[in-house]
């Protein structure tokens, strides 16, 4: 079992999401692999204020837990959200799988940072 220091992913958001896939990416998908998150990091880089808000989503059995309040980024401001979040990833539907969604307003560019076990 091999461990991988990595971004996960980055890019940007520049329309307002409502629980859309942040990591993994795919829409409706989980984590194939074990992960863990050490940090994520926002930036604000529209002209208005941005706001973020996270979940964790569990595939079996089904639920959702917030992780953050909605934050508000100001204008050319940057977020970081530093506390770990442990992903359990496993390639078969109805086990144990989860995801972090994203709803969020504005344009924002970002960096996940982590772990990830194959």
């Known amino acids: 079992m091999a461990i991988t220091i990595k971004s996960l992913r980055n890019g940007s958001y520049t329309a307002a999401n409502t629980d859309a896939n942040f990591y993994p990416a ?12 050490k940090n994520i990091r926002f930036v604000n880089t529209g002209s208005s204020s941005a706001t ?16 953050t309040p909605t934050i508000t980024i100001p204008p050319n401001a940057c977020l ?4 770990e979040v442990t992903l ?13 969604l994203i709803t969020s307003t504005g344009s924002i560019d970002y960096v996940i940072s982590g772990f990830e076990r194959d």
Do not use: M
């Open 26 to 37: 795919s829409a409706g998908t989980f984590a194939q692999k074990s992960a863990l998150v």
């Open 80 to 83: 970081v959200i530093d506390d």
């Open 52 to 67: 973020v808000l996270l979940k964790v989503k569990q595939d079996t059995p089904t639920a959702t837990r917030q992780l």
């Open 88 to 100: 359990q990833g496993n390639t078969n539907s109805g086990t144990l799988r989860q995801a972090i």
